[in-house]
């Protein structure tokens, strides 16, 4: 992930205007290109990039001819339910889900995944990378880590819904528990054409643990997903 630092000058200014606008109530206008041009001494196409960003994520509402506002935030429909599958959640809300550009390849852990699936850094894990759509729209992007001592190999054709259907279903390891964390990073340039979403722009990282009978970790998931979504989780 880049740093503050590395970040395009037009998403240094877009996290500052965000915490400006977020401080307004629903409807509140806010300041023009012109004025915002002035204020930074920037060029224009500069402060007009800053703003697509707050746009796509669904706090900025600009209308020709009247100006610029404050959002009126779009709530989802969809309670995502953390103590089982996000697959699942998604089924029992009737959502159609779909999963793309699914792979699966054989990586060195790095020292997150490899302390996190208790095993010593650069062991061999299984990669699965997919894109999940809703309602044909991309909806995260996920990555998992298995282990590869404790689950079985398999392949494309056995992943049919989710990691944790794979790992229960078709390859009968036994997930006891899970653990889940949620923190916020910037999109680096997979993650931004995976969704989307300006190179840079904040996404919400959601990492899922599951635990084998034994105790020991067996699968990281984690889901990116883009800032224009407001996601109710019941954990």
Known sequence: MKTASELPLYLKIADELRARLLLLPVGAPFLTEQA???????????????????V????????????????????????FTLSQELTDSIREVGTNSAVRNLSITIVPASVTVADTLHVPHGTKVRKVSRIRWI?????????????TDTVPQFYKRDYTSSLGDLVRNV?????????????AVSADELISEALNVPFGSPVLCVNLV???HDGEPLLLDTFYFPASQSLHFEV
């Open 36 to 54: 915002l041009t002035e204020e930074y001494g920037v060029a224009r196409g500069t402060i007009r990039q800053a703003l697509n960003v707050l």
């Open 56 to 79: 796509q994520e669904g706090i900025l509402l600009r209308t020709q001819g009247s100006g610029s506002f404050r959002a009126q935030p779009v709530v989802s429909p969809y309670l």
């Open 135 to 147: 309602e044909a729209k991309a909806f995260a992007y996920c990555e998992g880590y298995l282990r």
């Open 171 to 183: 390859l009968k390891v036994h997930i006891s528990s899970r653990q889940c964390n949620f923190r």
């Open 210 to 212: 599951c635990i084998g």
